[in-house]
Antibody, heavy 119, light 111 residues
Framework: QVQLVQSGAEVKKPGASVKVSCKTS????????MQWVRQAPGQRLEWMGW????????KYSQKFQGRVTITRDTSASTAYMELTSLRSEDTAVYYC????????????WGQGTLVTVSS | QAVVTQEPSLTVSPGGTVTLTCGSS?????????PYWFQQKPGQAPRPLIY???YKHSWTPARFSGSLLGGKAALTLSGAQPEDEADYYCLLSYVGSRPWVFGGGTKVTVL
């Protein structure tokens, strides 16, 4: 079955960067895309961007453009989300979500990674 | 950029029926927005319930159904159970620089 396992919680200082990984199994990584979403405490889910697992093409939310980079390592079936110039407002749980077609779209999610930004 | 709106909170009696809606500031929600619905309980990742307006995942209980209603996407819960108490988020697809937009979520209380 499809599984997405994310890296562990991180504590970062303002201005630093964080890189969250999402290791996948149970499907053809290159055949589908990966979405990244975050949720600040008590807030709504927020779409950050996505990457095509096959060709590596990416698209980012304008809100994060210039600060977020999503990459993948096909040999490791792993996607990565790096966010730079962290500020306290970036404190949130970050999720990866598998995106395919039809019933596979947004069907499987990682467990989430808490990123805390604090001085 | 569009803003997606949901009722902040709704209460339903056990066994009762409640309908959650999902509207768009950009106009009527249509099947072209491929509306999705997710359930989220505290400390858990969102769990997909509905995709492409009306389709259920294999794990979606039969008491949940999706539709379009008065220019909005809708999620109806018929025969509410205590375990349905959760936050529910809709997600819409748009063309442009922000192709995916989540609603603000609806907190459903079964009481």
């Amino acid at each position: 079955q499809v599984q997405l396992v994310q890296s562990g919680a991180e504590v970062k200082k303002p201005g630093a960067s964080v890189k969250v990984s999402c290791k996948t199994s149970g499907y053809s990584f290159t055949g589908y895309s990966m979405q990244w979403v975050r949720q600040a405490p008590g807030q709504r889910l927020e779409w950050m961007g996505w990457i095509n697992g096959g060709n590596g093409n990416t698209k980012y939310s304008q809100k994060f453009q210039g600060r977020v980079t999503i990459t993948r390592d096909t040999s490791a079936s792993t996607a990565y989300m790096e966010l730079t110039s962290l500020r306290s407002e970036d404190t949130a749980v970050y999720y990866c979500a598998y995106y395919g077609s039809g019933s596979y779209s947004w069907a499987y999610w990682g467990q989430g990674t808490l990123v805390t930004v604090s001085s | 950029q569009a803003v997606v709106t949901q009722e902040p909170s709704l209460t339903v009696s056990p066994g009762g029926t409640v309908t959650l809606t999902c509207g768009s500031s950009a106009g009527a929600v249509t099947s072209g927005h491929y509306p999705y619905w997710f359930q989220q309980k505290p400390g858990q990742a969102p769990r997909p319930l509905i995709y492409d307006t009306t389709y259920k995942h294999s794990w979606t209980p039969a008491r949940f159904s999706g539709s379009l209603l008065g220019g909005k996407a809708a999620l109806t819960l018929s025969g509410a159970q205590p375990e349905d108490e959760a936050d529910y988020y809709c997600l819409l697809s748009y063309v442009g620089s922000r192709p995916w937009v989540f609603g603000g979520g609806t907190k459903v209380t079964v009481l």
